[in-house]
Nanobody
């Protein structure tokens, strides 16, 4: 079972930026499509953006399009999410995982702890 560790979250003012990282414990990470997910307080988990195993084919949720950028470094078994122009609506716990379908929330591996992102004035 691959272990996932998310990091890089924090509290910022609206308009601020953060860069999230997700490190996988196994180099088979490079064989899998991955995605960033988030779960806001009192809400279900939603897909933010998936990316193919080769680093191509990112498809962003409308709510983050033009502000967030996903990338991956398969040599480091690490997934990234650059988040710019954060708004209070982006406040959530962010997770990474390997989804069975691009915008599905059923995943191949167990969920990690996630990393908290908060944007408030």
């Amino acid at each position: 079972q691959v272990q996932l560790v998310e990091s890089g979250g924090g509290s910022v003012r609206p308009g601020g930026s953060l860069r999230l990282s997700c490190e996988a414990s196994d180099r088979t990470f490079g064989n899998y499509h991955m995605a960033w997910f988030r779960q806001a307080p009192g809400e279900g988990r939603e897909t933010v953006v998936p990316i193919r195993a080769n680093g191509e084919g990112a498809v962003y949720a409308d709510s983050v399009k033009g502000r967030f950028t996903i990338s991956r470094d398969n040599a480091k078994s690490t997934l990234y999410l650059q988040m710019n122009k954060l708004t209070p609506e982006d406040t959530a716990v962010y997770y990474c995982n390997a989804p069975y379908a691009s915008f599905g929330t059923q995943t191949i591996w167990a969920w990690g702890e996630g990393t908290q992102v908060a944007a408030s004035s």
